[in-house]
């Protein structure tokens, strides 16, 4: 059993990212104990228990550049549609004056 309970969507920052857009952190329950965090700021390959999801700065752009280490490819195909979904519901232009946004997972 896995879910989000939140994901805070926030502006990377240049020297945490090479490239500019948007990081998201989500809290992930597995079997009632949150094991993963956070969706993490950078490349952690060595570390296979993690997250990688990155995001344009608009949602229009539907081709967003991804990546993502995981425990298992269902898990990780679970939290992909979640965080995407979570994505599609915020104002962007909110966003864009705040640089960060809180989703709850209901």
């Not at 059993?1 to 998201?24: C, Y």
């Not at 979904?85 to 709850?104: C, H, L």
Request: aromatic share 10%; hydrophobic share 40%; glycine share 4%.
């Amino acid at each position: 059993m896995m879910k989000i309970t939140s994901v805070m969507f926030k502006k990377a920052n240049r020297q945490q990212e090479k490239l500019p857009g948007v990081i998201a952190i989500a809290n992930i329950e597995i079997e009632n104990a949150i094991v993963i965090r956070d969706v993490l700021f950078g490349k952690y390959p060595d570390d296979s228990n993690k997250y990688f999801l990155r995001f344009p700065r608009r949602k229009s752009q539907i081709g967003f550049y991804l990546v993502a280490y995981c425990i298992s490819k269902e898990i990780h195909e679970q939290v992909i549609a979640q965080v995407i979904e979570a994505w599609q519901r915020i104002d962007t232009n909110e966003f864009e004056q705040e640089g960060k946004t809180v989703v709850e997972i209901v």
